[in-house]
């Protein structure tokens, strides 16, 4: 078994902490962004069908 010591063990921490800040974030933009592109063409579908009615 290998061992890289105390610093390997740390630089392997922040390696992973970026990694799944980074996941995060880009999952918070996406929510952000790509929502309002299926909620406003629903909008439009839903009054088209209000006023068919």
Do not use: C
Request: zero cysteines; glycine letters at 8%.
């Amino acid at each position: 078994m290998e061992s890289h010591g105390t610093f390997g063990t740390i630089w392997a921490s922040l390696g992973m902490t970026a990694y799944y800040i980074a996941l995060i974030w880009i999952n918070i933009l996406l929510g952000l962004f790509l929502s309002p592109l299926f909620m406003i063409p629903m909008t439009w579908i839903q009054d088209r069908f209000a006023k068919k009615v």
